[in-house]
């Protein structure tokens, strides 16, 4: 009994020592390096479903939605986002953005923990309607599996011509959902910019059918 006592003592140290190497480790390596060999902190990655996560310097990722459906939207009258705690999956959806009282439901670019919530955040100020990736966070994810949820989405760099393709694939879905939207359409084939806060013009259906055919996507 007394030797399983000692034997159970030698072996909790060196599970603590153990313990204490790997947090002394991470102290002095740094949450900056949390990305090295898979991604640079401060790149911003986008999802299909209009999405997108920043990683930072913390180890966290920040969410938000990209400038594409921020246009569409035109602002946000509310946001409800995923308590901190959370685990969620890339392509899962987890938080909505209200706008003239519709709820446009999101998904997350990643897969992992809900960490905190930006409590400040306003979409509806001209900086975060500039620059959305930047002022326009929304919520903070600890990633998992970051390696995994990165190969399928792009970097903001590389998204320059998926954004241009969105653009014609909106402006095709405006012109089929509606005669309203004919000239829209047109002038956006044209190399022309769609309206901002267009979504209100939307009928119930074609509000729908944006949803799932733009921000469903896995």
């Known amino acids: 009994m007394v030797f399983l006592l000692v034997l159970l003592t030698i072996v909790v140290v060196i599970c603590v020592q153990q313990l204490a190497r790997v947090i002394e480790q991470h102290r002095l390596v740094g949450p900056a390096t949390a990305f090295r060999g898979i991604a640079a902190a401060g790149q911003t990655f986008v999802h299909e479903g209009h999405t997108w996560a920043r990683l930072d310097t913390s180890g966290e990722a920040k969410i938000g939605i990209d400038h594409f459906l921020m246009k569409v939207l035109g602002g946000a009258d509310r946001v409800s986002c995923p308590a901190p705690g959370r685990i969620v999956s890339q392509g899962e ?21 809900v960490v905190s919530l930006n409590e400040s955040a306003d979409l509806n100020t001209e900086t975060a309607k500039k620059d959305p990736y930047a002022a326009g966070w929304l919520f903070s ?28 694939r ?15 359409g047109a002038t956006m084939q044209d190399g022309g910019q769609y309206p901002a806060g267009i979504i209100e013009k939307m009928g ?4 729908k059918a944006f949803q799932r055919r733009f921000l469903s996507r896995i």
Not at 142 to 165: C, I, K, M, T
Not at 170 to 184: C, N, P, Q
Not at 204 to 207: H, I, K, L, P
């Open 204 to 207: 119930e259906e074609q509000f």
């Open 93 to 113: 959806r987890i938080f909505s953005v209200w706008r003239n009282g519709r709820e446009v439901e999101l998904v997350s670019p990643i897969e992992g923990v």
């Open 170 to 184: 909106f402006s095709t879905f405006l012109v089929e959902g509606s005669v309203r939207y004919a000239g829209v």
């Open 141 to 168: 994810i600890r990633p998992r599996n970051l390696a995994e949820s990165l190969s399928h989405v792009r970097s903001l760099e590389q998204a320059a011509g998926w954004f241009d393709s969105e653009v014609k």
